[in-house]
């Protein structure tokens, strides 16, 4: 730390400009900046920021079927596949880097990812719906989605978007 501060000195009396310490590290802290600084913690940042994009599909769509007095176990079907659908291209594009496959390839992977952490999301949408009836369904869908988005991003960024092996 001594150092850092000798080195600051001396940096300002040749005249160049003070180290400018982050927003990050002045408000978490150097470790949790440093924390935050990592790619795969900035990665997750992005796929949550799909995530809040394809959520808001998602939930939309949910609510305008729910209006409509559709079942709630289709609403939320045809929900989950709009949303599926806008965050995989959200997800290639500024997410994940470019894996390598086929589009169509990436496109079954990324399917087969998300249709275990949304049928995992799914499941925890109808445990609510049937056991809490009086909660609003939109509190269940939002739970949901809360616990599948860990499940979602592990499989995502180490299977559906796994960079594919060269072939030799």
Not at 9 to 34: D, K, N, Q, Y
Not at 82 to 99: D, G, K, P, Y
Not at 139 to 145: C, I, K, P, T
Request: aromatic share 10%; proline share 5%; net charge positive.
């Amino acid at each position: 730390m001594q150092e850092a501060t000798a080195l600051a000195r001396t940096s300002i009396a040749l005249g160049a400009a003070p180290p400018r310490e982050t927003f990050a590290a002045r408000f978490v802290g150097p470790r949790l900046s440093s924390l935050l600084a990592h790619p795969l913690a900035q990665g997750f940042a992005k796929f949550l920021s799909v995530g809040v994009v394809g959520l808001a599909v998602d939930a939309s769509i949910f609510s305008a079927l729910d209006h409509a007095h559709v079942a709630p176990e289709l609403s939320r079907a045809l929900s989950l596949l709009a949303a599926t659908m806008v965050t995989w291209r959200l997800n290639r594009s500024v997410t994940f880097a470019a894996s390598g496959r086929r589009q169509v390839a990436e496109a079954v992977r990324y399917a087969a990812v998300a249709l275990m952490a949304q049928g995992f999301s799914y499941a925890v949408f109808l445990s609510i719906v049937y056991s809490v009836p009086t909660l609003p369904r939109l509190f269940a869908l939002l739970a949901g989605a809360g616990l599948a988005a860990f499940a979602g991003f592990a499989g995502h960024r180490f299977y559906a978007f796994k960079p594919a092996r060269a072939v030799s």
